[in-house]
Each structure stands twice: as C-alpha cells, then as structure tokens.
C-alpha cells in the first residue's frame, strides 16, 4: 500500500467511525504516519491537526452522506469501525431463548447493512488505476469454520454475513479496479466500550490497548497486495477461514 514520501503529495486516507477508541486512535496512527485524514463520526473527535479534516454525520446511511460525500476528495484508502454488539437494549445471546427480532435487525443493520452501503458510496472516490484499500473492522467471531462455543446469534451471523458481502463485492471491483483491496480485519479484543462487559473473561495479555490495535491494523494495511482482496485477515496479517 502507498506510503508518503518526499517527493509525492501524502495519501489520503478516511476513517469511519472515528469518534470511537479505535477509531480515534487510528486517526492518531495515520496522522503520525503523514498521511492526510478524513474523519467522519457521530461526535467530535479531540484531535487538532492541519493534516485532518473532521466530518460530524448524523448517521452512516447514504441520505445523511450526500454533504460529506460532495465534499470528500479521492482517497488512497478508508477503514471503517463501524460495528455493535450490545447497547442500551441487549447484549450478546447465550441461547436461542434469548434471540429476538430488534437485536437480530440491529445487528445486521450496522454490522452488515451499512458497511456495504459504505463501501458503495464510496468506490467512485477509490482510484482505478493505483493501489488503494478499504478495510472494514470485522471479527473471527463471525468465521463459520470456527465456531465452536456457539452463542453470540446476531453478531456472529451479522458478521457472517458482512464477511460474504465484502468477498463478493472484491470479486466484483477487481474487474475495475484492479489494484484496490477490500479486506475485512479482526483487531483483537481492545480496550474499548464494544469489549468492556466482557473484559473481565480476558487473560492480560488478550486485551489490547486502541493504540496497539491501531498499530497493528496499519501494520496489515502496509503488507497488503492485490491477492488479498476479499480476505477475512487476522490483526497478525493471517488470512482467518469463513
């Protein structure tokens, strides 16, 4: 993937979700690393820095992005967090008693819904011709061939799902562009409020600072080739099964 250097303009890169601990601290991440950043959240995010361009959306749904989208210029990559497994109203099931229609559409809503329509709106300011990336955070709870404790319904199908939409959808824009990579990663269990109920399960040494997550998502980015479109990738650059 590009990386800024001396003679060149720095890469453009937009990050979604940005507000959030991983999204603030890829933003910190890329900003160190020279390249330009544009970042869309729901809430302000304290970072003050020439080289980024905050963007405050309503929601991530087309209708909202129309403003922001005029605005954005072409990119070299984006890497979206956008994500949920619990909130105000549920948290994960333990058993099918615990299913229920509001979280299932929840779940699928923003883990799948709304990065495919992301990835859409956004393909036509990726380059056709140059090595660019667009990167969903996703999780290897939603890889099939490993699950083996169960549980988990929504988000685990969600991101099931969310997984086959993007290996489609890199299949397709290979034909077109042939240098971008879409590319789901799993970053591990971070230290933020998506893990927080379930830190306390966690050995030490499994639950990773944002910086350290941010670091090592941009570390996979780096070593990604065309190759690795449509692949579900660990947070060590390991390909994950479906």
Do not use: C
């Not at 900003?31 to 729901?42: K, N």
């Not at 890497?79 to 299932?104: C, W, Y």
């Amino acid at each position: 993937m590009p990386q800024p250097t001396m003679q060149q303009a720095p890469p453009h890169i937009l990050i979604i979700g940005a507000s959030g601990g991983l999204g603030k601290a890829l933003v910190e991440e890329y900003l160190a690393a020279g390249w330009r950043v544009t970042a869309w959240s729901r809430h302000a995010v304290p970072i003050a820095s020439a080289s980024l361009r905050q963007v405050t959306v309503a929601s991530y749904w087309p209708e909202d992005l129309t403003v922001a989208l005029e605005q954005l210029e072409p990119l070299t990559g984006v890497i979206s967090t956008v994500g949920v497994l619990h909130n105000d109203a549920f948290m994960p099931e333990k058993n099918l008693k615990s299913i229920n229609r509001q979280q299932l559409e929840t779940s699928f809503q923003v883990n799948t819904i709304v990065p495919l329509m992301l990835l859409q709106q956004l393909v036509p300011k990726l380059p056709r011709k140059s090595p660019a990336f667009w990167v969903q955070l996703s999780a290897k709870v939603g890889s099939i061939t490993d699950n083996y404790l169960g549980g988990w319904y929504s988000y685990r199908a969600s991101k099931a799902a969310l997984n086959m939409l993007l290996k489609t959808a890199a299949i397709e824009l290979q034909r077109s562009h042939k240098q971008l990579v879409v590319a789901a990663i799993h970053p591990g269990t971070t230290d933020t409020s998506l893990s927080q109920p379930f830190q306390q399960r966690l050995p030490a040494d499994k639950l990773y600072s944002p910086v350290q997550s941010a670091q090592r998502i941009a570390s996979v980015i780096r070593k990604l080739a065309a190759d690795d479109s449509g692949k579900l990738l660990h947070w060590d650059g390991s390909e994950l099964p479906y």
